[in-house]
């Protein structure tokens, strides 16, 4: 009896350990090796354009400043004269403004709210005050307050404009919202990016480009990139 007990206390450690071995094999089975930490992970394209500067300012020589200036400034507004009070048609004044930097327009909308009836859409342009005129362009719509169809104009030229006076045009004036708070104005929205100062910059002779050389990392690239795409330095 004693003999028998001692002999199965003595195999009781091994099926112990073997069933232990056991559960580690099922569970390794059951759980793969992990995929390696995200500091072991290879770069994206995406990764190394923030992580190698080279790699970035390659990808801004071949895609131009409006690659830099989209990714690295604001949009902001450069005109807003809307306003919620009661709208006529026919502005009796031109709709100005000014720019005190060459600048990317991204957003340009004119207001045909015309009695609850919208408009369908024709073109809008700027004219700089040397007459250099910018468009026209197509507008696209979209519905207005109460559901008003085309009552809003709306273009995305993507186009740079120099420092200046600006006049707004559009292909429909009668049509055109104002009122007394707009100063009798067609009511518009303009937005854009401000282009860096230094880019594209000449020196006071006009003639030789701004030196980069002094900056470095994002400012070097935008210094570099002028707003009409001079590549030649």
């Given at each position: 009896m004693n003999s028998q007990y001692a002999l199965n206390l003595g195999w009781r450690p091994f099926f112990i350990g073997f069933f232990i071995a056991l559960q580690g094999v099922t569970l390794a089975s059951a759980h793969p090796t992990l995929p390696p930490r995200n500091d072991e992970l290879p770069l994206t394209s995406s990764l190394a354009e923030e992580f190698h500067p080279n790699a970035l300012n390659h990808e801004a020589?071949?895609?131009?400043?409006?690659?830099?200036?989209?990714?690295y400034q604001q949009e902001t507004t450069l005109f807003d004269n809307n306003n919620i009070y009661g709208v006529r048609n026919s502005p009796s004044n031109p709709t100005q403004f000014y720019l005190s930097n060459a600048t990317r327009l991204t957003y340009f909308m004119n207001y045909h709210w015309n009695r609850g009836r919208g408009q369908t859409?024709?073109?809008?342009?700027?004219?700089?005050?040397?007459?250099?005129?910018?468009?026209?362009?197509?507008?696209?719509?979209?519905?207005?307050?109460?559901?008003?169809?085309?009552?809003?104009w709306i273009v995305r030229p993507n186009v740079t404009l120099k420092a200046g006076n600006y006049t707004l045009g559009?292909?429909?004036?009668?049509?055109?919202?104002?009122?007394?708070?707009?100063?009798?104005?067609?009511?518009?929205?303009?937005?854009?990016?401000?282009?860096?100062?230094?880019?594209?910059?000449q020196n006071g002779s006009g003639n030789s480009p701004v030196d980069c050389s002094h900056l470095q990392g994002i400012e070097r690239i935008l210094c570099e990139h002028d707003p009409h795409g001079d590549h030649s330095r």
């Open positions: 020589r071949n895609l131009g400043p409006t690659y830099v200036i989209a990714q859409p024709g073109t809008m342009w700027l004219t700089h005050q040397d007459g250099t005129t910018y468009g026209p362009w197509q507008a696209t719509t979209q519905s207005g307050q109460g559901g008003v169809p085309n009552a809003y559009d292909s429909h004036p009668s049509s055109w919202a104002n009122n007394q708070q707009s100063e009798f104005r067609g009511m518009s929205v303009l937005k854009g990016v401000a282009i860096n100062p230094t880019a594209g910059q």
